[in-house]
């Protein structure tokens, strides 16, 4: 079948015993609008090969009977097409989804409304095709190469300390914490600090290897044979700068197995820190206390850390440091408030009620305890000429959106929005909250980082998106929505004006050049006027446009070379 020329498969369309199903691509966009029509109506067409104008020369008829096709492509009719529809076609149309709603008449939005409730499903839905290759996922390979086959210089080699906090919410973090409100203020913040996504293992890959969040399970190698590969190539660079590496805090420790397999935590880390934990200085020499760690309480990283800290940051420069503090994921926890106040009572909050109540005591027991941080560092060498990156990796709903909480799920602002500021020391001049026009990522972090200490040569390559906030103003940011396909497809780009919900097209993740446009909100999640809408009433080719001027930074992002 697949050998057969179009004139062969023109010659057999009409025949009854013709399989049309095992059609390729090729043979069906050959098909002329006589063949395509009879092919149809003989049935077994494969409909989603059709092309734009292959759909568009049907008409209502053959439109209608194939509306609820699940193969059918839907998002190519034209606007005669749309309003030729009975409104029973039409229904069923908007239910199975990719329709051009935009071509939708005055009179049968109504009727949709109406017959379907409040809103009745019409939003804006259609492809946003030629934005060109998605993002490369990173080859460790060259990654490696480039890292070893390169001489790296700083004038610059302060103390460094990453201080990240699980699933804290900068408005409460603000809200409840003197001491996160006072370093936030002080120091090289960001109003619109945003995850890569809604989960920790998004926003954490993209933190150590500045890519979008959509790539992060694939990036991770499958074959024990490419586990030199692994680690992060911006650790391997202050390996080389002579930087020591350690890390702190529970669920952050080495992954000292010989052999971890498949996508799990343990395995998931080595793409940080390298094949049994390689690039860590700590992890080699003091497992006891990855022991100690393991409790999941923040207050023992603390103490620990108030222990042994001074015994290792004995110099004022070439160490850099990873605090993880977990009390803000639940179970919420809040040992350290629990310390000043034991009415405060039960450290862990295990039952639905009171669960605001819960993460609110979290985050004023993780304020204390970044109190305590801040003020070890300070009394260790370097003080406050060091460098402190505060952040964290996304959010949490709190039953503002219905009965949601938690993260993951719907991308809701308060799922993706995250706390970043830089202390650059004392003598920096980088300081102050900037302006909500300037958006961040935790893909900003390391780039940022090593702008500042202007490492040369800089880290480049086809899979890298992360920029520095020093060089240049971010306007719109990329988030992912956590998801069990690999890798995620749903995503959310935002401005300081709109939020778009989007969809990367099905087929080749790595090579698709299209994203679905499901709906567009406010950047706190409320629906926008039809008058306002940047898409509807639109050509595709109009919204296009309009997107990639309104989000280009975040479309930049995912697709690298669409706004060239």
Same mark, same amino acid.
């Given at each position: ?86 409104? /029973?076609? !039409?229904?069923?149309?908007? &239910?199975? +989804?990719?329709?051009? $709603? %935009?071509? =939708? ?116 190698? /499958?074959? !024990?044979?490419?586990?030199? &590969?692994? +680690?992060?190539?911006? $650790? %391997?660079? =202050? ?326």
């Amino acid at each position: 079948m697949r050998t057969l020329t179009p004139e062969q498969v023109s010659s057999q369309i009409d025949n009854p015993d013709f399989h049309r199903d095992f059609l390729s691509k090729l043979q069906v966009r050959n098909l002329s609008q006589v063949d395509i029509s009879t092919g149809i109506s003989r049935g077994g067409l494969p409909l989603q090969y059709l092309g734009k104008k292959q759909v568009q020369s049907l008409n209502s008829k053959e439109v209608g009977a194939n509306i609820g096709n699940a193969s059918f492509r839907r998002d190519f009719l034209a606007q005669d097409q749309v309003i030729a529809l009975s409104l /029973d076609s !039409l229904r069923l149309g908007v &239910k199975h +989804g990719d329709f051009p $709603l %935009k071509h =939708l008449s005055d009179a049968q939005r109504k009727w949709l409304t109406q017959a379907q409730g409040e809103g009745g499903g019409v939003k804006s839905s259609y492809l946003i095709e030629r934005l060109g290759e998605i993002r490369q996922k990173p080859d460790f390979g060259a990654i490696e190469k480039f890292v070893q086959s390169t001489t790296f210089s700083s004038s610059k080699k302060p103390n460094i300390y990453f201080v990240f906090f699980d699933t804290l919410r900068p408005d409460l973090a603000l809200q409840y914490g003197d001491t996160f409100k006072s370093f936030y203020e002080d120091n090289y913040s960001f109003q619109r600090a945003y995850g890569a996504g809604n989960a920790t293992v998004y926003s954490t890959f993209s933190l150590f290897h500045a890519v979008p969040a959509s790539v992060t399970y694939h990036s991770v190698p /499958d074959k !024990l044979d490419d586990v030199r &590969k692994y +680690g992060s190539g911006y $650790l %391997k660079i =202050l390996k080389k700068l002579g930087y020591q590496i350690n890390v702190y805090g529970y669920y952050w420790g080495c992954v000292s197995r010989s052999e971890p397999t498949g996508y799990g935590w343990e395995r998931f880390l080595t793409s940080f820190f390298g094949w049994n934990a390689s690039l860590i200085d700590r992890c080699s020499r003091d497992l006891e206390l990855d022991k100690k760690f393991d409790k999941d309480q923040d207050e023992i990283t603390v103490d620990e850390m108030e222990r042994i800290l001074p015994k290792t940051i004995t110099e004022d420069h070439g160490r850099f440091t990873v605090i993880s503090l977990y009390n803000n994921h639940n179970p919420y926890k809040w040992g350290a408030l629990a310390r000043v106040d034991p009415s405060y009572g039960p450290k862990i909050m295990t039952s639905e009620k009171g669960h605001i109540r819960g993460y609110r005591q979290s985050v004023q027991s993780s304020e204390l305890n970044f109190k305590r941080v801040l003020n070890l560092i300070k009394s260790l060498p370097g003080g406050e000429d060091s460098i402190v990156v505060l952040f964290s990796d996304h959010g949490e709903c709190l039953k503002e959106h219905g009965g949601e909480v938690g993260h993951g799920g719907t991308p809701f602002k308060e799922r993706i929005r995250t706390i970043l500021s830089f202390h650059f020391g004392k003598r920096s001049n980088f300081h102050g909250v900037q302006s909500d026009d300037h958006f961040a990522s935790t893909t900003d972090i390391f780039p940022t980082l090593f702008d500042f200490l202007d490492i040369q040569p800089a880290m480049k390559g086809p899979w890298i998106s992360g920029r520095s906030l020093i060089s240049g103003v971010r306007t719109s940011v990329v988030s992912a929505q956590a998801s069990q396909s690999n890798p995620t497809r749903k995503m959310i780009l935002e401005n300081k004006k709109y939020k778009a919900w989007i969809n990367v097209d099905e087929g080749d993740f790595y090579h698709s050049s299209s994203f679905k446009f499901e709906k567009l909100t406010d950047p706190n999640d409320n629906p926008i006027p039809d008058a306002n809408n940047i898409c509807l009433s639109k050509s595709d080719d109009e919204c296009r446009k309009t997107l990639m001027s309104e989000f280009h930074d975040a479309i930049e992002d995912i697709y690298p070379h669409a706004a060239r």
